[in-house]
């Protein structure tokens, strides 16, 4: 039997006091005030001229998410001075992107779960994360309807913490796991056929798959245990640098689905993480029988 995770433990203990250091707060503050100033006052509220489509009809960026990254880069530059690596700028400039790897780096995607803000669904946060050479060193997820925030630094562990009081650790605990215990999610969108339909067929068998709509969100319940699993075909910067450092300093097993190396924002192939080693291995196992994406 292999060895399980449990529900995360949340801790209040003074020395995450130490971890949540100057940096730390700056930019949670940031990414508090503008959900504040830009993303919350949309929620709800977006005229037909606010929202506008990118690659699909499906892949939605408002007025919001243009505003708020706008407002945080120059920002978060001034904490730290490095390339800002923005959904949306790099939407508008594709090569952008490629700077992920510089010696330091941001990451911004304003507004994580746009159809859910945009259909007025509460899954949706807002994600930083500061990059060395491409790999997350710390994280930032701000959920603006909850006033909850997920940090992580690496090496140091993972915390939420609650606007209405208390810091709390995220440390997952040990158990057993099987295939019929894990809840999670996973995104196939970018895989050709005909293995997106075998994995599909594979993935609807699994009872506990969800459907949050928002990485972020499901980053923050991996760590603290109430989910235990996310799979995704392909990788962006903004979206899976302040994941995967969550999950890790959380205690869950991050890795790249070819290889099983740690995630690297210069590397765009599928990520999967789950509760621990074992249970990351098991899941693959359970996807690809051949051992490749």
């Given at each position: 039997m292999m060895?399980?995770?449990?529900?995360a433990t949340t801790?209040?203990?003074?020395?995450?006091t130490?971890?949540?250091?100057?940096i730390a707060g700056d930019?949670a503050?940031?990414v508090?005030a503008a959900?504040?100033?830009?993303?919350?006052?949309r929620y709800?509220?977006?005229a037909d001229?606010?929202i506008?489509t990118k690659t699909?009809?499906?892949?939605?960026?408002?007025v919001?998410d243009?505003e708020?990254?706008?407002?945080?880069?120059p920002?978060?530059?001034?904490?730290?001075?490095?390339?800002?690596?923005g959904?949306?700028?790099?939407?508008t400039d594709?090569a952008?992107?490629?700077?992920?790897?510089?010696?330091?780096?941001?990451?911004?995607?304003?507004v994580d779960g746009?159809?859910?803000?945009?259909?007025?669904?509460?899954r949706?946060?807002?994600?930083?994360?500061l990059?060395?050479?491409g790999?997350?060193v710390r994280?930032?997820?701000w959920?603006?309807?909850?006033?909850r925030l997920y940090?992580?630094?690496?090496g140091e562990?993972a915390?939420?913490?609650l606007?209405?009081?208390?810091d709390h650790?995220?440390?997952?605990g040990?158990?057993d796991w099987?295939i019929d215990?894990?809840?999670g999610a996973?995104?196939?969108?970018?895989?050709?056929e005909?293995e997106?339909?075998?994995?599909?067929?594979?993935?609807r068998e699994?009872?506990?798959?969800?459907f949050p709509g928002s990485?972020?969100?499901?980053?923050?319940c991996i760590a603290?245990?109430?989910?235990?699993?996310?799979m995704?075909?392909?990788?962006?910067?903004?979206d899976?640098?302040p994941?995967?450092?969550l999950c890790?300093e959380?205690?869950a097993?991050?890795?790249?689905i070819?290889?099983?190396?740690?995630?690297n924002?210069?590397n765009?192939?599928g990520?999967?993480?789950?509760?621990?080693?074992?249970a990351w291995?098991?899941?693959h196992?359970h996807?690809?029988?051949?051992?490749?994406?």
């Amino acid at each position: 039997m292999m060895r399980r995770r449990e529900q995360a433990t949340t801790e209040s203990r003074g020395a995450l006091t130490i971890m949540f250091d100057s940096i730390a707060g700056d930019v949670a503050d940031l990414v508090r005030a503008a959900g504040d100033q830009l993303v919350l006052p949309r929620y709800g509220a977006l005229a037909d001229g606010d929202i506008a489509t990118k690659t699909s009809p499906t892949d939605l960026v408002t007025v919001a998410d243009h505003e708020a990254e706008a407002w945080l880069a120059p920002r978060l530059r001034d904490i730290v001075d490095a390339v800002v690596i923005g959904e949306e700028a790099c939407a508008t400039d594709p090569a952008l992107r490629e700077r992920a790897i510089e010696p330091l780096a941001w990451t911004v995607d304003p507004v994580d779960g746009t159809n859910n803000f945009v259909n007025g669904k509460e899954r949706f946060c807002s994600m930083v994360a500061l990059l060395e050479n491409g790999v997350p060193v710390r994280s930032w997820i701000w959920l603006p309807l909850q006033r909850r925030l997920y940090y992580g630094a690496a090496g140091e562990g993972a915390m939420m913490r609650l606007d209405d009081g208390g810091d709390h650790r995220l440390a997952l605990g040990a158990r057993d796991w099987r295939i019929d215990m894990l809840n999670g999610a996973a995104s196939v969108r970018d895989v050709e056929e005909p293995e997106k339909t075998r994995l599909r067929g594979i993935l609807r068998e699994m009872p506990g798959r969800w459907f949050p709509g928002s990485i972020g969100v499901l980053a923050g319940c991996i760590a603290e245990g109430t989910q235990h699993f996310l799979m995704h075909a392909s990788c962006t910067p903004w979206d899976h640098a302040p994941v995967d450092l969550l999950c890790r300093e959380a205690g869950a097993h991050a890795a790249m689905i070819n290889g099983g190396g740690r995630y690297n924002a210069g590397n765009r192939s599928g990520i999967m993480i789950a509760p621990d080693a074992d249970a990351w291995h098991m899941l693959h196992r359970h996807l690809w029988e051949n051992d490749r994406l």
